[in-house]
């Protein structure tokens, strides 16, 4: 959730969220990567963040996007929030 180098921007350059991402990809198969502030990646095919939540057992936020606060997830998901995005969790 998250692939930006900082919270409701579009650039992704130098973001520590894009090389996560592109690590995960290499180990795993099935994942689902969400980037709200752009429309198109070179490296993944993007995902509604709604419908990410929908279709993963496990959701990892790595960007503070105003999208992924206050959002309402089963207690049946594995959350891992790196960046603080909801004290809920």
């Known amino acids: 959730m998250g692939i930006a180098f ?40 993007l995902i509604n963040y709604k419908k990410a939540i929908e279709k993963a057992d496990i959701i990892v936020f790595l960007v503070q996007h105003k999208e992924f606060k206050n959002l309402y997830i089963s207690k049946e998901k594995v959350i891992i929030d790196i960046c603080g995005i909801d004290k809920s969790f």
């Open 6 to 45: 900082k919270p409701d921007i579009d650039d992704m350059r130098e973001s520590p969220s894009l090389e996560i991402a592109k690590n995960l990809q290499k180990l795993y198969e099935n994942i689902l990567v969400v980037e709200p502030n752009i429309e198109k990646s070179s490296d993944f095919e």
